[in-house]
């Protein structure tokens, strides 16, 4: 009886939960100050497909209820063991997690001055903690991003913020290109980046000149690309293209929010090794125009401040 009863209060909380993410006009008065949300009379295709409000992932601490909790302090250059939680609505940490891509939950952490990017996969300690070695090599700002799917619920990208004390010289962001180096391979793209439209990018794999076509999947796919805005680092969910072909190209769709610069930053795995290689993409205005030799993009004398 009090157990049948606690049952159905937390299903009437999960409900509230899904018609806040629905109904973000309806419900978003009780629960949460309503976000300043533009006016832009644009309608957006994916509504109906993915619940959600208009604002990128990765930007809140703590969203729809869930919040994420990081339990460590990270010293420069010192392997650490890391731990957080996600709590729920019910302010407990949660345990139960859909699969996604492969994990329960992707780890992504970078410098602030997108910079540096890693993708990490905690394990789960127990209790709700999740744990991964983590070492962050200089001292500066990073961003962490917990990307998963509660059980029973829908896909959320939390952010937290990371400081690891010490001297911090932070790093301008890489020029514009099309042309990323990585161990030896050279990792083309190709495709262009429109603000609020499903933007086709290919990433097109060579090592030595020659095209690579014996990619491994990894993490359920032949590559897996983030994307972060320059600025305020929101995190973008960019969905692989359905392919059995193992390279030398691997396709994705990105919808960025705005113009402006992105850092896009591709898994690929390649004997038995994953690498990653980055691009700054612009979107938008004052994007340099495609060249049609694969070189890397001369620094456009672009003088104008976004
Ligand atoms: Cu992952």
């Known amino acids: 009886m009090n157990t049948a009863s606690k049952l159905g209060a937390y299903a009437v909380g999960l409900a509230v939960v899904f018609g806040g993410a629905l109904g973000v006009g309806n419900a978003v008065g009780e629960s949460a100050p309503a976000p ?59 345990t139960d997690y859909q699969v996604q891509h492969d994990k329960k939950l992707h780890f992504i952490v970078v410098s602030r001055d997108l910079a540096t990017f890693q993708h990490l ?34 896909g959320l990208t939390l952010g937290t913020d990371v400081p690891v004390a010490g001297d911090y010289q932070p790093r301008a ?9 990585v161990d030896g391979y050279t990792v083309s793209l190709t495709g262009d980046l429109v603000p609020g439209q499903a933007s086709k990018l290919t990433l097109s794999v060579s090592k030595d000149g020659k095209p690579v076509t014996d990619l491994q999947p990894y993490l359920g796919a ?13 995190y973008l969910h960019v969905h692989p ?13 990105a919808e960025v929010p705005s113009g402006g610069d992105y850092r896009l930053f591709l898994d690929f795995q390649h004997a038995g090794k994953v690498r990653t290689a980055d691009f700054t993409a612009r979107a ?15 620094s456009h004398g672009d003088d104008h401040t976004h």
């Open 36 to 94: 300043v949300r533009p006016s832009h009379g644009s309608t957006h295709a994916q509504v109906s497909a993915k619940p959600q409000d208009d604002t990128p992932g990765g930007l809140q601490v703590s969203q729809n209820g869930y919040t994420l909790n990081p339990l460590t302090t990270v010293k420069a250059g010192e392997p650490t063991d890391f731990r957080f939680t996600v709590t729920g609505p019910d302010g407990k940490p949660v």
């Open 222 to 234: 032949y590559g897996h690309l983030v994307a972060l805005r320059a600025g305020d680092l929101a």
């Open 173 to 181: 962001l890489p020029a514009v290109t099309r042309t990323a180096q």
């Open 284 to 298: 938008g205005a004052g994007q340099p125009k495609p060249a049609a030799e694969p070189s890397v993009s001369p």
């Open 121 to 154: 996969h905690p394990e789960q300690a127990g209790d709700g903690v999740w744990s991964v070695k983590l070492t962050l090599a200089d001292p500066g700002a990073y961003r962490a991003y917990a990307d998963f799917a509660p059980a029973g619920g829908s």
């Open 241 to 253: 293209e359905e392919s059995d072909k193992a390279g030398p190209e691997i396709t994705f769709y």
